[in-house]
DNA sequence: AACGATTACAACCGCTCCGCC
DNA sequence: TGGCGGAGCGGTTGTAATCGT
């Protein structure tokens, strides 16, 4: 015996919604907030099924999206993204402010996706189908550094998702403001609208991906305010993350960094350190930021990513003036402090990237170029 | 002008996750 | 601890609009 379906389909309506209805809904939740979606239709005076009014709030009526055209910005953002998180849409969402999840699925499906495809890309693997670019060696290490970025953002993101759930609860236990209008009626924020709330200027992800293709290479060492730069040891031993700016930026930049100092705005010249679920998470009193989190190490382990066993994980968050030097700190990896120091100074744990760089540059400057005279667009 | 093909995007469907009991 | 229900996510479909012949 199955579950029992959502709602009742018998004379619930489908399709295209009217604007009678549009308005219904929008009365009713800018009145009440949204409460119980399957409650919502019968209270509203709607024949929909309550999945329906989610969908049609969350992408279509919410006050506090964007709509239209894409810019190229914002098609860069989903490009480099995608190849970060692949069919993420909700997390590559979360970097978007005010673009909805279904318009940025939709947008890859019938735009980028065949731009990618007609400039002979893969839409899936973001390499190039023939070897034009680059060595099969090359395309190896590409693939494989793709592959750790990817697994790594995405355990980020797993400690940054939880980390949101508890804003919403403080969010819900402290009802938005008048000033909070954009969250509109008192709703129950979902997690696009609190990520966007806490950090709408939020690219993180991104700014970590311009440090590797640029900042880190040197070339744009002078990049405003990089957030993260990632590093892949070559015989992966240790994998840190140094996030620069936990200053003044720091909240508006970073979400994590965000989502952590909420919880604790005080952290920042003392010595503490706070719990939060199975993070644990350490001050010092440079405004550094140390996590020994569990389950950075776990999802390293499930995933399996090479070489990398659960004690080797040490995920770092610093400070630093946001002037673009930046060091790595002590990990708890089995290098001793003199090993790390020689190995993270000497450099050459960032040739990895070098074909990575190269890959990005063609396919981001064909776009650039290919959006201003290419007849695909 | 008519009609078929293509494109764009809103909406649906089925599944998974997560919290609650 | 397992079942249940709500919510969210990603894949897919339906359909209106646009384009080409």
């Known amino acids: 015996m199955g579950r029992s379906p959502c709602c009742e389909k018998v004379g619930l309506k489908k399709g295209p919604w009217t604007p009678e209805e549009d308005q219904k809904l929008l009365a009713y939740i800018e ?10 239709p019968a209270k509203a005076g709607l024949q929909r099924c309550g999945k329906s009014c989610r969908l049609r709030w969350i992408n279509y009526l919410r006050p506090d999206i964007k709509r239209g055209k894409f810019s190229l910005q914002e098609e860069q953002t989903i490009i480099q993204l995608h190849a970060l998180l692949g069919n993420r849409w909700s997390a590559i969402a979360t970097h978007l402010p005010k673009r909805t999840d279904n318009e940025i699925k939709n947008y890859w499906n019938t735009h980028l996706k065949k731009r990618l495809t007609k400039m002979g890309i893969d839409p899936v693997t973001h390499k190039p189908k023939t070897n034009a670019l680059g060595s099969a060696i090359g395309q190896t290490r590409d693939s494989a550094n793709l592959s750790h970025m990817a697994q790594w953002e995405s355990a980020r993101l797993e400690a940054e998702a939880r980390l949101v759930r508890e804003s919403k609860v403080l969010l819900v236990t402290n009802p938005p403001s008048q000033d ?8 129950i924020p979902n997690k696009a609208t609190v990520l966007a709330a806490s950090r709408p200027q ?6 970590a991906w311009q440090g590797v293709v640029s900042g880190m290479f040197g070339i744009a060492r002078d990049l405003e305010s990089p957030t993260s730069t990632l590093t892949f040891p070559e015989n992966n031993n240790m994998l840190a993350i140094s996030n620069l700016g936990f200053n003044e930026n720091f ?7 965000a989502s952590c100092f909420e919880k604790s705005n005080q952290m920042q010249g003392l010595k503490e350190k706070i719990i ?7 001050t010092d009193q440079d405004g550094a930021i140390w996590f020994q989190e569990s389950s950075f190490r776990t999802s390293a382990h499930e995933n399996n990513i090479e070489g990398l066993s659960e004690d080797d994980v040490m995920l770092v968050c610093e400070s630093g003036d946001g002037g673009g030097h930046h060091h790595q700190q002590q990990s708890s990896s089995s290098m001793d402090g003199e090993d790390q120091n020689s190995y993270i100074n000497n450099g ?3 040739a990895n990237f070098e074909d990575n760089k190269n890959y990005w540059n063609s396919i981001l400057n064909l776009v650039n170029a290919s959006a201003t005279w290419s007849p695909v667009f």
């Open 251 to 257: 909240v508006g930049n970073n979400s994590l960094q």
């Open 276 to 282: 939060l679920d199975d993070h644990e998470m350490t």
């Open 31 to 40: 009145q009440h907030g949204h409460g119980s979606w399957r409650a919502l």
């Open 202 to 207: 939020c690219l993180d992800v991104l700014k």
């Open 180 to 187: 909070h209008h954009q969250l509109s009626g008192g709703q």
């Open 348 to 350: 050459a744990y960032n």
